[in-house]
């Protein structure tokens, strides 16, 4: 398929640095671009703390779902990293959720999801911070009524026991010729000329960005289900062979 690209905010939380998410924020309503907010429930990540807290977060976050159509998804609970396990895609080495048992996952799960149904932002989507989760995340995950997983590097989206992966690949504005394609962006750490570079890239590229529900909606053929399953699988078997010799 020809590419389509949906847009993804990373660490969003009271605390933010507010100047470039508004930069970045800007441009995306100036050209109805509806990208996927990660909402950190209840950040604890001192990192995350540029900025003093915004009393009317919530309010601007229910804004930009029920206002401008930007679609909420649950980013993590507390944003702390609390073991050295890079989960299935063996990206980074820090996680809130792989390497702990199911039921700890799942008690830090749902109470981040009570907190954005309390503040009217239930969803079920999830963005696993820092790229890592395991099986027992996923596990986790079917248990609270989860449907979706923002992430993955694959081409197309794919299902795997309940939850259906929306492939998360680049962080750099590069137009890829194929696939459904997901930019990452941490806008804390953007560059001082990325608005410019994100509006250069919607002015020619405006056609070809959807947002999460139309990327839902991406149905991969029968074979990629089974090469993507077949990947899946080989990860969730090499994180299981790493996490018998860290136990050793």
Same mark, same amino acid.
């Given at each position: ?36 907010? =990660?909402?950190?429930?209840? *950040? ?31 980013? =993590? ?9 890079? =989960?299935? !895609? ?9 390497? !702990? ?34 099986? *027992? ?24 026991? =309940? ?24 806008? *804390? ?60």
């Amino acid at each position: 398929m020809k590419a389509r690209y949906l847009f993804r905010l990373d660490d969003i939380c009271p605390t933010m640095d507010w100047a470039r998410f508004n930069a970045v924020a800007d441009i995306f309503m100036r050209f109805e671009v509806q990208p996927l907010l =990660g909402v950190i429930p209840d *950040n604890k990540d001192a990192s995350l703390k540029r900025d003093p807290a915004d009393p009317r977060f919530w309010d601007k976050m229910r804004h930009f779902h029920s206002a401008r159509g930007w679609t909420i998804s649950q980013h =993590g609970y507390q944003h702390q990293y609390v073991t050295r396990d890079a =989960g299935i !895609l063996g990206i980074n080495k820090n996680s809130e959720f792989a390497g !702990l048992p199911r039921d700890i996952q799942f008690e830090k799960i749902a109470k981040g999801k009570t907190i954005l149904t309390k503040e009217d932002l239930a969803t079920d989507i999830f963005m696993p911070p820092s790229h890592s989760f395991d099986q *027992n995340t996923i596990d986790a995950l079917m248990d609270s009524e989860f449907r979706f997983v923002t992430d993955g590097y694959s081409i197309l989206p794919y299902e795997r026991k =309940g939850i259906k992966f929306i492939p998360c690949q680049i962080s750099r504005l590069v137009p890829i010729p194929i696939g459904l394609v997901t930019f990452c962006l941490h806008t *804390n750490t953007i560059e001082a000329d990325f608005p410019e570079k994100l509006n250069h890239f919607l002015t020619n590229n405006r056609n070809r960005t959807i947002n999460f529900t139309e990327a839902a909606e991406v149905r991969a053929s029968a074979s990629q289900v089974l090469i993507e399953g077949a990947v899946l699988s080989v990860r969730r078997a090499a994180h299981s062979v790493r996490a018998r010799r860290r136990a050793v």
